[in-house]
Nanobody, 121 residues
Framework: QVQLVESGGGSVQFGGSLRLSCAAS????????MGWYRQAPGKERELVAT???????NYADSDKGRFTISRDNAKNTVYLQMNSLKPEDTAVYYC???????????????WGQGTQVTVSS
């Protein structure tokens, strides 16, 4: 039973900051990579950022310079620090992780339940 538990969403004004957290728990052997995706109303879910266990990161062009993804391998936790938030960042943010469970022989992609981020002008 692998679970991704998210926290940190909320409502902020233009230019504000939020820090999202997501912890993977359960019968886990290994986690790699982890990341964040978002889905705005009427839009398809899109990549925000990903990070490997070795610290290799990838960001969407619109988020570069404003968002920072990081992780704590000992806690199987990924973070997303969001600064200089804009109304267009408003979306449901989903945590994602590729996990190998202790009883599994293959890797599987898991998703969090999503957390709402709302940025007002």
């Amino acid at each position: 039973q692998v679970q991704l538990v998210e926290s940190g969403g909320g409502s902020v004004q233009f230019g504000g900051s939020l820090r999202l957290s997501c912890a993977a728990s359960g019968s886990i052997f290994s986690v790699d990579p982890m990341g964040w995706y978002r889905q705005a109303p009427g839009k398809e879910r899109e990549l925000v950022a990903t990070i490997t266990s070795n610290g290799i990161t990838n960001y969407a062009d619109s988020d570069k310079g404003r968002f920072t993804i990081s992780r704590d391998n000992a806690k199987n936790t990924v973070y997303l620090q969001m600064n200089s938030l804009k109304p267009e960042d408003t979306a449901v943010y989903y945590c994602n992780a590729v996990v190998k469970a202790t009883i599994a022989t293959t890797w599987r992609r898991y998703w969090g339940q999503g957390t709402q981020v709302t940025v007002s002008s």
